[in-house]
């Protein structure tokens, strides 16, 4: 059974920082792409950043230079720091796995889900 579970969320001032992690289980880690997504209040859910399984790293341009992804393998764990945060980046946050095979199928999972609140 699949299990992405969460953690790290909360709430911090502006200009602050805060790390979540995904611990993933049941999945073959080094053949799905790893990312966060958040859903701000009203809106709909958007992509923060993805490393794929070749690795290479894409961020949104909104947290270009705040945040940073990064993955443990060991651990197969994956982790988002975020720095220099904003209240624009008042979200709840999801982690995702995917695997695309070679049809085009695309099969995902997500974690329950993370606040985070930022203050002005």
């Known amino acids: 059974q699949v299990q992405l579970v969460e953690s790290g969320g909360g709430l911090v001032q502006a200009g602050g920082s805060l790390r979540l992690s995904c611990a993933a289980s049941g999945i073959d880690f080094s053949v799905y792409a790893m990312g966060w997504y958040r859903q701000p209040p009203g809106k709909q859910r958007e992509l923060v950043a993805r490393?794929?399984?070749?690795?290479?790293?894409n961020y949104a341009d909104s947290v270009k230079g705040r945040f940073t992804m990064s993955r443990d393998n060991t651990e197969n764990t994956w982790y988002l720091q975020m720095d220099s945060l904003q209240p624009v980046d008042t979200a709840v946050y999801y982690c995702?796995?995917?695997?695309?095979?070679?049809?085009?199928?695309?099969?995902?999972?997500w974690g329950q889900g993370t606040q985070v609140t930022v203050s002005s």
């Open positions: 490393i794929t399984s070749g690795r290479s790293t």
């Open positions: 995702n796995a995917a695997r695309t095979y070679w049809n085009g199928n695309v099969y995902e999972y």
